[in-house]
């Protein structure tokens, strides 16, 4: 790592967690952190390698290297998840359990009694209701309710961090060595940085792709300024029912998700459409017989049953995932402790030494923040191994799939309760209600941009330069977010945002705790009704599984039935199932050159909308001051 990177790269951090809240809650524009390569890092990364291949032209030896540029856009991906759906998410929920009080939702007599202080700001004075309301003339922004509660729940989510970053490392030899995972997300960045951009930038259909998209958004940006001037509305669905009671199918042009799933293999883009329509089917049948799970659990966006049944093959996969990668895992640790010099760990960002023993330490403070919290270690241990199944099989479809958005279909603390059930007193289902601050609106998580920084480490010989960028990116894009974003909501108010977060007694903070009310007043033992669709989720993923290992010409990649039921995979199915007829169309009847040839224009396509929207962003900022235009999340 250099200077100069390390400067770029903490100006595109300051950029993504500072821009990104400022674009959804105060300029109203478009919602620019919400997938795995995200408009925010993407528009400053296409900005920088523009410039620099200008100034590659005014004089060779100024210009960044392949490397720096590398550094760069990983400092950008490992910020994404910061802004909106750590902060944002901490500081909705922490602030809303005294507020957000009513007689009607009976937090005061349920929840507060087990409310841990060290981890919620107190109630005394009016910091919370500043802190909604906006500030009183001349009064000060009230840092002090904050700073232990943040020191603790960030000392949390940073070692949660690290743990991830250490399975990172630990099975980065088995991703790219021994399964030859593509890490389709890095496609793009590779080739725009590699011998400068020079190749890409004189190929007729890479700025034919960036027209399209930059184009479309650039007219419509024109069109903001004339009354009755025409607007293109390709970021609006066109929605399809199949029958009365069926959910719909959205046709709606995604751009980057063309681009990124044009690299990806063609059985997994049509697995994903294949896998959606069966899932539109079965939740449509369903709906007609009127049978569903009938509990419902906080942030999930899905039919109940289908994402029950999603997160059963979602745990097959990275439960296959171990066993597949038993002997490097064997290797590591006959390494670490056996003191064999198995494997040479020289080109990973850490020792394996490091990545066991921060994994073991870090997984131990993690259990007792957890129980200090309220939670009884069995609950605890099995929330966070519901974590770890999220975490990692995202990290795996993504790097695997390129699967531009992603979330778990069920969240950790519902899948613990299923299991044990929700008696288990205020205690236990406090401290979960409190932990959706961190493991709720799981969206643009940490660890695959961990695993794009091994990647692009090893490709870019930077190895341990990698693990210091990742580090500086977390440490200042969290301290300058939630500087940033306490001052916006004291200043003028989070209620005023008009954000679903920031709801006081709804939102966020209401989803997590109005949950935990109904836990007491409906308790239930084991839910076998989920758990059932759970294990259906489990056999079918593993089926699958086995068939694609067993016979090279089965069709149908597993991973469709992983996605199949998340709102995000209908928004974007078209997008995939148009990549897949480019890409089949091409290989049939040109072959791997042409696939290559074409492959321009597709990353054209992805650049294209980056620009565009950073261009509009920046437009709304001058123009548009809280009447922005949004365009579709990400």
Request: with cysteine.
């Amino acid at each position: 790592m250099t200077l100069r990177s390390a400067i770029l790269g903490i100006a595109v951090v300051l950029a993504v967690v500072m821009g990104a809240p400022y674009s959804i809650w105060m300029v109203r524009s478009s919602e620019i952190t919400w997938s795995y390569f995200p408009t925010s890092a993407g528009f400053c990364f296409v900005a920088i390698w523009l410039a620099n291949a200008l100034v590659r032209r005014v004089r060779e030896g100024w210009a960044l290297r392949p490397a720096e540029l590398a550094v760069i856009v990983i400092m950008g991906l490992a910020a994404t998840g910061i802004p909106t759906f750590i902060v944002g998410t901490v500081l909705s929920i922490l602030a809303s359990p005294y507020y957000g009080a009513t007689p009607e939702n009976d937090w005061a007599g349920n929840i507060h009694p087990y409310l841990p202080n060290w981890v919620v700001p107190a109630p005394d004075g009016d910091a919370m209701r500043w802190f909604y309301e906006g500030l009183p003339k001349g009064q000060s922004i009230p840092f002090e309710a904050w700073v232990g509660p943040l020191f603790w729940l960030l000392s949390l989510i940073l070692t949660v961090y690290f743990v991830c970053f250490c399975l990172v490392v630990i099975f980065r030899r088995q991703w790219v060595e021994h399964e030859r995972l593509v890490f389709p997300l890095m496609e793009m960045p590779r080739l725009l940085i590699d011998d400068g951009g020079r190749p890409i930038l004189r190929t007729t259909g890479f700025w034919v792709g960036v027209a399209i998209p930059a184009g479309m958004i650039l007219f419509n940006i024109i069109g903001s300024f004339y009354i009755g001037f025409p607007k293109l509305n390709f970021n609006h669905a066109v929605n399809l029912q199949l029958s009365r009671e069926f959910p719909t199918i959205s046709l709606m042009l995604y751009f980057p998700v063309i681009g990124f799933m044009y690299l990806v293999s063609t059985s997994v883009s049509f697995s994903v459409v294949f896998f959606y329509l069966v899932a539109v089917v079965q939740e449509g049948v369903t709906r007609r017989i009127g049978y569903d799970v009938t509990r419902p659990d906080a942030f999930v966006w899905g039919m109940q049953s289908l994402s029950w049944q999603a997160w059963g093959g979602f745990t097959a996969m990275v439960l296959i995932s171990l066993w597949m990668a038993r002997r490097h895992v064997k290797a590591v640790l006959r390494q670490v402790f056996g003191g064999e010099q198995t494997i040479d760990d020289g080109e990973e960002m850490v020792s394996y030494r490091t990545a066991v023993y921060g994994f073991i330490i870090g997984m131990v403070y993690i259990l007792a923040w957890l129980w200090r919290s309220g939670m009884d270690l069995h609950i605890a241990a099995l929330f966070i191994a519901g974590v770890l199944v999220a975490y990692y099989g995202i990290t795996r479809i993504v790097i695997q799939a390129g699967v531009y958005f992603l979330t778990p279909p069920v969240g950790a603390q519902a899948f613990a309760l299923a299991i044990t059930g929700t008696s288990v007193g205020g205690h236990n289902l406090v401290a979960l209600g409190i932990s959706y601050s961190w493991f709720g609106d799981v969206q643009s998580i940490f660890m695959p941009a961990a695993a794009h920084a091994a990647r692009l480490g090893e490709l870019y010989k930077l190895r341990r330069s990698m693990a210091l960028a990742l580090g500086l990116a977390v440490v200042v894009g969290f301290t300058s977010c939630l500087y940033f974003l306490l001052t916006l909501c004291y200043k003028y108010g989070a209620g005023n945002f008009g954000s679903w977060y920031f709801v006081a007694g709804g939102g966020a903070g209401g989803m997590a705790f109005n949950g935990v009310i109904r836990h007491f007043n409906e308790p239930w033992p084991t839910d076998w009704n989920k758990l059932s669709y759970f294990g259906i989720g489990m056999v079918v993923y593993s089926l699958l599984a086995f068939l694609q290992y067993r016979f090279h010409w089965w069709p149908l990649h597993p991973v469709g039935i992983t996605v199949a039921p998340l709102w995000m995979t209908r928004l974007i199915v078209f997008s995939v199932f148009l990549a897949w007829i480019c890409k089949s169309s091409i290989m049939r009847y040109g072959g791997i050159s042409a696939y290559r040839n074409a492959r321009p224009f597709f990353m054209g396509l992805i650049a294209g909308y980056f620009l565009g929207i950073g261009i509009s962003y920046l437009v709304d900022i001058f123009c548009f001051m809280g009447e922005g235009h949004a365009y579709f999340h990400g």
